[in-house]
């Protein structure tokens, strides 16, 4: 059943959102390095001169994916220039408890590469305003931008579909609720640790090639490259190798001041783990400590280290 808000939302839906937006800087090679670099892509058009006069692009282009870049305000945020109608709009979605939001998906299609030089604007458009929705996340509506890149001469380079969820967060819990502790990523490499956990071992992974320990546990001996491994059971004794004191940000299933240790083993290998049993002021480097398990519930326990 349609509402007067959400008579009031449609009114959004087709009118331009805000525009042109300038990117601060045309596009650039540092900028390109920057990004290649970060992503670990090696394409060669992107910053090899020669192989790119050599594609069928005939020069350096910037990656596809790096569009939304080139017009991004940054971490400090520098004055619009163009209209503001999509904070308009979701400031109305904020007076009405929809606080949180979340980026759900994006959709790109490129007209053409953009190559160093060109100076990105972008003209945004509200698409839609969806009706309430129930997610996982909370009630929630889907807001959608259409974005049109053009270069300095107007020419369109790209178009983007952009779909935010504005949501209600949920009710806090209550403060007198301890939330359980976070659970860790289990995965078929590392679940032998936990099982020996539960039971009351400290299990660390031996390659099966040249017999080296290693942890984390993963599938690949960075020695030998072997895939083939075994499990031993570590006596438990060792030494703070390095240590950090955590006080924020704090986290409810937690108790701070946090000290966190970076434990060396007898057997030769270190792991992270939680130093209990002593005030954090008194942690030192060299301290001696023995491995305890600690149970939070019936599916996690984990090894914890005490001071000898």
């Keep these: ?54 594609s069928v692009h005939g020069g350096i282009i910037a990656p596809p994916v790096m569009l939304q870049a080139w017009v991004m305000r940054g971490i400090k945020s520098r004055p619009a220039t163009g209209g503001s109608l999509t904070d308009e709009l979701y400031r109305l979605l904020d007076a009405e408890g929809y606080t949180s939001v979340v980026a759900t998906n994006c959709e790109q299609e490129y007209h053409r590469a953009v190559r160093p030089g060109d100076h990105l604007s972008t003209i945004a458009t ?20 259409r974005i049109r890149y053009v270069d300095q001469h107007g020419e369109p380079v ?7 969820l504005k949501f209600k967060p949920p009710a806090k819990p209550d403060a007198t609720e301890r939330p359980p502790r976070p659970r860790p990523a289990i995965t078929q490499d590392n679940a032998f640790f936990f099982d020996g956990a539960k039971a009351g071992k400290l299990l660390i992974q031996k ?35 390095s240590f950090v004191v955590n006080h924020y940000p704090q986290v409810p299933a937690f108790d701070y001041p946090l000290p966190v240790g970076l434990i060396e083993l007898e057997e030769g290998t270190r792991l992270v783990s939680d130093i209990v049993g002593i005030d954090p002021a008194d942690v030192k480097i060299g301290l001696p400590v023995q491995v305890e398990f600690q149970r939070f519930d019936d599916e996690l326990t984990l090894p914890v280290f005490r001071p000898v």
């Design 207 to 241: 390659c099966a090639s040249c017999g080296k320990l290693r942890h984390p546990p993963r599938p690949v001996c960075p020695h030998c490259r072997s895939l083939e491994w075994t499990a031993i059971e570590a006596a438990g004794r060792g030494t703070v190798y």
């Design 158 to 164: 790209a178009d983007t579909l952009f779909r935010i």
């Design 1 to 54: 059943m349609s509402t007067d808000l959400d008579q009031r939302l449609k009114e959004y839906e087709g009118k331009e959102a805000g525009g042109p937006e300038v990117g601060a800087d045309p596009v650039n090679i540092p900028m390109i390095r920057h990004w290649c670099e970060a992503i670990g892509d090696q394409n060669p058009v992107y910053l090899d001169e020669a192989a790119a006069a050599a």
């Design 126 to 145: 509200i698409e839609s305003v969806s009706e309430e929705k129930t997610t996982a996340l909370g009630v929630g509506r889907f807001v959608t931008n």
